[in-house]
């Protein structure tokens, strides 16, 4: 039998690396995984997927293989060589993103900097990779896309004055986690044969975040790999850990 096929940008460190390793040792906590996978491990150079390959093999069960692919969202060149390049795919996993500039300065220049500089990532890249793989995850007989979302991106969380983040008032990267909401739900009806899932791995220690966060890494990634493997998983969901569902 073929291998599970998945691609995971951004996969040379924090959350997408936790994740292949996850997902390459048959973590034992997750369910459902398949009888082998082949991981696309995706970053933006081939120093830094040669290395992360290198760094996840010796995690690979008996069977498990993986191969380091360049993807740089904000290119649309990268995107058209990369969806050239993948002949198979069942799972594409849309974790890589950037925070952007949190200070937030409200001059109109400043302003529309960041929101360019994060939804040329986080919303544009990501929708544009996705359409370049579909017609590929199309052809699986279990195709998924797992976007990488965050409990930030919940316009009901947002105005919920008892929600532990209620005080977090940042506009542009909670924002474009909402868009990328939006862009889960609407191509959900655009590729109903293909199931979409938004998830938010909770607030994590990684580089992201200066390692702020106050869960590991480990724990952020199970709720992702849970998203990518839950037999469960509906499409046109937004789930936290153990498949959870968050309000949109
Ligand atoms: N950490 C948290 O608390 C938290 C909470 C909710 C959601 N999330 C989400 O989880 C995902 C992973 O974040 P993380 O915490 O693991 O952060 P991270 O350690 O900073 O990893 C982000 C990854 O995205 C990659 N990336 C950045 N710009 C890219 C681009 N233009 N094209 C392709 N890849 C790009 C980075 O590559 P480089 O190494 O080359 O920069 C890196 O591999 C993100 O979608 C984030 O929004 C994180």
Not at 170 to 177: D, F, R, T
């Amino acid at each position: 039998m073929s291998a599970t096929h998945i691609l995971i940008t951004g996969a040379n460190q924090g959350l997408g690396h936790t994740v292949a390793q996850q997902l390459l040792a048959r973590e034992a906590t997750l369910p459902n995984h398949p009888p082998s996978v082949h991981i696309y491990v995706g970053a933006r150079s081939q120093e830094k997927a040669d290395k992360a390959c290198s760094d996840l093999k010796k995690y690979a069960a008996e069977g498990n293989t993986l191969e380091p692919v360049i993807i740089d969202l904000a290119s649309d060149a990268s995107i058209e060589a990369l969806g050239n390049k993948i002949e198979k795919l069942d799972i594409l996993i849309n974790n890589g993103a950037i925070l952007g500039d949190m200070q937030e300065s409200t001059s109109p220049a400043a302003v529309r900097k960041n929101f360019a500089n994060v939804y040329e990532t986080n919303v544009f890249g990501t929708a544009a990779l996705t359409y370049a793989l579909i017609e590929t995850i199309r052809k699986s007989k279990e195709p998924r896309v797992v976007n990488v979302s965050s409990g930030l991106g919940s316009i009901q969380n947002q105005l919920d004055p008892n929600w532990a983040f209620h005080g977090m008032t940042a506009l542009v990267y909670p924002s474009s986690k909402t868009a990328l909401n939006g862009v889960t739900a609407i191509m959900s009806k655009q590729y109903p044969d293909v199931k979409f899932v938004a998830v938010d791995p909770g607030y994590t220690s990684t580089a992201f975040n200066g390692h702020s966060g106050h869960q590991p890494v480990e724990v952020g990634a199970h709720a992702i790999s849970h998203a990518v493997l839950d037999p469960k998983a509906k499409t046109a969901s937004y789930v936290e850990k153990e498949g959870v569902v968050l309000p949109w």
